[in-house]
């Protein structure tokens, strides 16, 4: 198990909740103590782009930075929780019944592939379809293998923003190779909802200087209404059909992205050489793929040091498995690792008033109305290999100018799985190498 030194307990990280300017980096102990100057606790209203032009745009679906003009409205944490709730159960099930039909799903996967997928995440990035190019708004996920959108003639599709993809007007449109007629697809999400329609292949466009002929997505044409304004899914699994799978012959199954630390932030995506360049470091853990569930990104996570204490999860009878997850918005963990993370938070947490639960997943809430510094206890997952020190913003869910929570939850359903959720993910470079078998960590460039 990896070793970890805190500061002495009078000496606790001095952080406003994620509002403030950054004054001072120092060493203290071979630690980098982060202080901030305290202005306001009040949630942004205006988008800070702090991407800096970095590859493909990673945005909240809610808040001020959301592409998606219906959506820049203060977040629903209801509506954020039960699709999260909706995704982890499925989540849950994966030990039951693969996430997808057994056969093979790599390289020489063959059409069409049908099966379940987690549900939908809380982030979008905007892509290119077509020729002329037909900017889509999709929900970023490395739960997920298929590429969806809608597409015209649609006798049952939900309203979106963006012009719907129509087939017929593009010059860059094909049929895929398949062994169906129609080549026909379907999705069934945790949540009840579902995608069905069939595979065609076109031109993708990332950016102006990355297009990739011959795209295979689906071309949904029946779906329920659980995907709001977006114009379908984005699919970032290790599976046969997925992005990463499609264009690997120019960016070597490598990926890097970076959750913004707030709504009112943009982060990142950037594949191949870029993500190596901006991502790449030397705190590595293996990536550890799982046959019966090809498409999830599983890593060991040993312990957790949070505040004063650490706790090991090897030591866990049977030691859990771990995905890394950008759908999933609050971590999960075994509930005697979470009620002794809780006892901790607690006991860091006790000059403060305490509030009501936010929900039943969000039980650990404190009032700050009229506190300027607020210390939180610093949180640190250990990894096989490499110890990865989470951003101020990972501790708490922010649900008011004054109300915070413990942002994470116990898996009481499957103790044997740790789901490592987007909050836990905030401002850190996350390096996907699926050719070499790693992942690395950073720290990211889409702060507050």
Same mark, same amino acid.
């Given at each position: 198990m990896a070793n970890y030194t805190f500061l002495h307990?009078?000496?606790?990280?001095?952080v406003l909740l994620f509002a403030g300017h950054e004054v001072e980096n120092r060493c203290a102990w071979g630690r980098e103590l982060v202080h901030r100057e305290a202005i306001s606790l009040t949630p942004a209203t205006t988008c800070k782009d702090h991407a800096n032009g970095r590859g493909l745009t990673l945005a909240h679906r809610q808040g001020p930075c959301s592409p998606l003009a219906a959506n820049r409205q203060s977040r629903d944490s209801g509506l954020i929780f039960l699709r999260d709730q909706s995704r982890v159960h499925s989540m849950n099930d994966l030990g039951e019944s693969p996430a997808l039909p057994t056969g093979d799903h790599g390289e020489n996967a063959r059409l069409p592939i049908r099966g379940g997928a987690p549900g939908a995440g809380e982030f979008v990035v905007t892509v290119g379809l077509g020729t002329p190019k037909v900017d889509l708004t999709l929900i970023f996920d490395t739960g997920s293998d298929i590429t969806w959108t809608q597409c015209q003639p649609c006798p049952n599709c939900y309203?979106?923003?963006?012009?719907?993809? *129509?087939?017929?007007?593009?010059?860059?449109?094909?049929?895929?190779?398949?062994?169906?007629?129609?080549?026909?697809?379907?999705? *069934?999400?945790?949540?009840g909802s579902h995608s069905n329609g069939y595979y065609v292949q076109d031109l993708l466009t990332l950016t102006p200087e990355y297009r990739f002929p011959n795209f295979i997505f689906g071309c949904s044409q029946n779906n329920s209404h659980n995907f709001g304004v977006t114009a379908g899914v984005l699919g970032l699994g290790q599976g046969g059909t997925s992005l990463i799978s499609h264009i690997s012959s120019e960016f070597s199954n490598i990926f890097c992205y970076c959750i913004p630390g707030s709504e009112s932030s943009n982060g990142y995506l950037l594949f191949g050489m870029e993500a190596l360049r901006n991502c790449q470091t030397k705190n590595t853990t293996p990536l550890i793929i799982d046959p019966n569930n090809p498409s999830y990104y599983y890593v060991n996570l040993v312990g957790i040091a949070f505040g004063n204490q650490t706790f090991s999860l090897s030591s866990e009878s049977p030691p859990p498995r771990t995905i890394i997850d950008s759908g999933t918005t609050i971590t999960r963990l075994p509930p005697s690792i979470y009620e002794a993370i809780q006892t901790e938070f607690t006991n860091y947490m006790s000059n403060y008033p305490i509030a009501d639960p936010l929900t039943k997943l969000m039980d650990t809430c404190y009032d700050l109305r009229g506190q *300027? /510094?607020? /210390?939180?206890?610093?949180m640190v997952l250990q990894f096989e290999d490499?110890?990865?020190?989470l951003d101020p913003s990972a501790v708490v869910w922010r649900e008011s100018d004054a109300k915070v929570c413990l942002a994470v939850a116990p898996n009481r359903k499957r103790p044997d799985l740790v789901i490592i959720g987007s909050v836990q993910q905030r401002n850190l /470079?996350?390096?996907?190498n699926i050719q070499d078998n790693k992942v690395e960590f950073g720290n990211g460039g889409c702060g507050n």
């Open positions: 307990p009078l000496l606790p990280l001095l309203h979106q923003q963006d012009p719907m993809f *129509e087939p017929s007007k593009s010059t860059t449109y094909s049929h895929p190779q398949c062994t169906e007629p129609d080549c026909p697809y379907s999705i *069934e999400y945790a949540d *300027e /510094n607020v /210390n939180l206890p610093e490499t110890d990865v020190r /470079n996350i390096l996907y």
